[in-house]
């Protein structure tokens, strides 16, 4: 009748970092090799984006002489920028790390400024584009080292694709604005 209360069992004792380690991978990249390259495809991730938008700002509102064209190859270059975003971000995942998907994180992981709030005039949109998709090549291009020291092939794929995509879109719309 005197027995001691044993004390009551506390629920949730177990800390998340002795959980079951059913989260756990291993494909052959390190760790700390797994969170750089999500670190910096993050950056291309909110590059992307944040193009891919200026680009639909831009068809929407572009006027002047050069409106039919320059509508219609926006509309190309932020519908291809569009599909890209997605592979990106589930190379993120296939890493182990969550893949950023708002705008407050891309304001802060972005190397490109955001679109004006006024519609620049149609050269001005060009030019800013070109600019643009020069600094997407520059943050892709600035992973190259880091992937190929940690044998990252699929990561190395798509950054070979986005650069090729960025350069060729930098001369097209480099090409607009040579006399
Ligand atoms: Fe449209």
Same mark, same amino acid.
Request: avoid cysteine; hydrophobic fraction near 45%; charged fraction near 20%.
């Given at each position: 009748?005197?027995?001691?209360?044993?004390?009551?069992?506390?629920?949730?004792?177990?800390?998340?970092?002795?959980?079951?380690?059913?989260?756990?991978?291993?494909?052959?990249?390190?760790?700390?090799?797994?969170?750089?390259?999500?670190?910096?495809?993050?950056?291309?991730?909110?590059?992307?984006?944040?193009?891919?938008?200026?680009?639909?700002?831009?068809?929407?509102?572009?006027?002047?002489?050069?409106?039919?064209s320059l509508h219609a190859m926006f509309m190309?270059?932020?519908?291809?920028?569009?599909?890209?975003?997605?592979?990106?971000?589930?190379?993120i995942r296939s890493l182990g790390h969550v893949a950023p998907?708002?705008?407050?994180?891309?304001?802060?992981?972005?190397?490109?400024?955001?679109?004006?709030?006024?519609?620049?005039?149609?050269? &001005?949109?060009?030019?800013?584009?070109?600019?643009? #998709? *020069?600094?997407? /090549?520059?943050?892709? !291009?600035? @992973? $190259?080292?880091?992937?190929?020291?940690?044998?990252?092939?699929?990561?190395? &794929?798509?950054?070979?694709?986005?650069?090729?995509? #960025? *350069?060729?879109? /930098?001369?097209?719309? !480099?090409? @607009? $604005?040579?006399?």
């Amino acid at each position: 009748m005197n027995a001691k209360k044993s004390p009551p069992k506390r629920a949730g004792s177990r800390t998340r970092a002795a959980a079951p380690s059913a989260g756990r991978m291993d494909i052959g990249i390190s760790d700390a090799h797994r969170a750089a390259i999500a670190a910096g495809l993050s950056r291309l991730l909110a590059d992307t984006y944040t193009l891919y938008l200026t680009t639909h700002n831009f068809h929407w509102n572009v006027t002047g002489p050069m409106f039919n064209s320059l509508h219609a190859m926006f509309m190309t270059q932020y519908t291809e920028l569009w599909t890209a975003v997605d592979p990106i971000a589930e190379r993120i995942r296939s890493l182990g790390h969550v893949a950023p998907g708002s705008y407050a994180q891309y304001g802060k992981l972005s190397s490109l400024p955001d679109a004006p709030a006024v519609p620049p005039r149609a050269l &001005d949109m060009v030019r800013i584009l070109a600019q643009g #998709h *020069e600094a997407v /090549a520059r943050t892709a !291009r600035s @992973l $190259l080292p880091l992937v190929d020291q940690a044998s990252d092939e699929p990561t190395t &794929d798509i950054l070979v694709q986005r650069l090729t995509v #960025h *350069e060729q879109a /930098a001369w097209m719309l !480099r090409a @607009l $604005l040579e006399e």
